[in-house]
């Protein structure tokens, strides 16, 4: 695989702007006041789902023993919530349409 480097914000905003036809500034509200959003509702429901996108869902993790890999001696990993991003399937078949 080539040493690509991902989109830029910038890239995106350029993007956006130039298929709604619409200024870079309001393209760069738009994006912003979407992860606002997007937080906003994790935050109070758990959840945000954008359909053929994706949803991000708040995980619980338990706390546990882990190993400390210098040492191998055990560590106490505290209990935490984490945000997990679960991609949607027409998103998954169209980047890996061979894997059904």
Do not use: C, W
């Not at 690509?4 to 993007?15: C, M, S, W």
């Amino acid at each position: 695989m080539s040493e690509e480097r991902a989109l830029t914000k910038g890239q995106i905003i350029e993007y956006v702007a130039g298929r709604l036809g619409i200024k870079k500034v309001e393209a760069r509200m738009f994006l912003d006041d979407l992860a606002a959003y997007t937080a906003q509702e994790v935050r109070r429901s758990g959840q945000f789902s954008l359909p053929g996108f994706g949803k991000l869902v708040l995980s619980h993790r338990k706390a546990r023993i882990g190993r400390n890999p210098q040492t191998g001696e055990p560590i106490e990993i505290k209990a935490r919530t984490t945000v997990k991003f679960r991609l949607a399937k027409s998103i998954k078949d169209a980047v890996l349409p061979d894997q059904g």
